[in-house]
C-alpha cells in the first residue's frame, strides 16, 4: 500500500512538473511572439525610413544638378554682359 502511496506522490510531481513546464513553454511561446511583432514594426520603420532618405538624397542629387546648370548659365550670361559692356565702352574710346 505505502508504495502504490508513493507512486502516486511520484505521478502527482510529475504531473505539477509537466503543467509547470506547458505553463511555461506557453508564456515563452506568447512573448516570443509578442517580440516577433515589435521587431517587424521596427523593421518596417527601418525599411520606411531607408526609402525616405534615398528619396531625399536623390531629390538633392537633382536639386544641385539643377542649380549647377543655372550657375553655369547665369556665369556665361554674365560674362557676355560684361564682354558687351566693355565692348561699348572701348568703342566709345576710340
Same mark, same amino acid.
Given at each position: ?24 513553454? $506557453?508564456?515563452?511561446? %506568447? @512573448?516570443? &511572439?509578442?517580440?516577433? +511583432?515589435?521587431? /517587424? *514594426? ?7 525610413? $531607408?526609402?525616405?532618405? %534615398? @528619396?531625399? &538624397?536623390?531629390?538633392? +542629387?537633382?536639386? /544641385? *544638378? ?12 554674365? @560674362? ?15
Amino acid at each position: 500500500m505505502q508504495h502504490d502511496t508513493e507512486l502516486s506522490d511520484h505521478e502527482r510531481r510529475i504531473n505539477d512538473l509537466s503543467d509547470k513546464m506547458t505553463d511555461t513553454l $506557453n508564456r515563452v511561446d %506568447e @512573448s516570443n &511572439k509578442y517580440l516577433r +511583432e515589435q521587431n /517587424n *514594426r521596427i523593421l518596417e520603420a527601418v525599411i520606411k525610413g $531607408n526609402e525616405k532618405s %534615398e @528619396s531625399h &538624397k536623390n531629390e538633392m +542629387e537633382t536639386i /544641385n *544638378r539643377q542649380n549647377l546648370w543655372k550657375v553655369v548659365t547665369i556665369a556665361i550670361g554674365s @560674362s557676355s554682359v560684361i564682354y558687351l559692356i566693355l565692348q561699348q565702352v572701348i568703342h566709345m574710346i576710340h
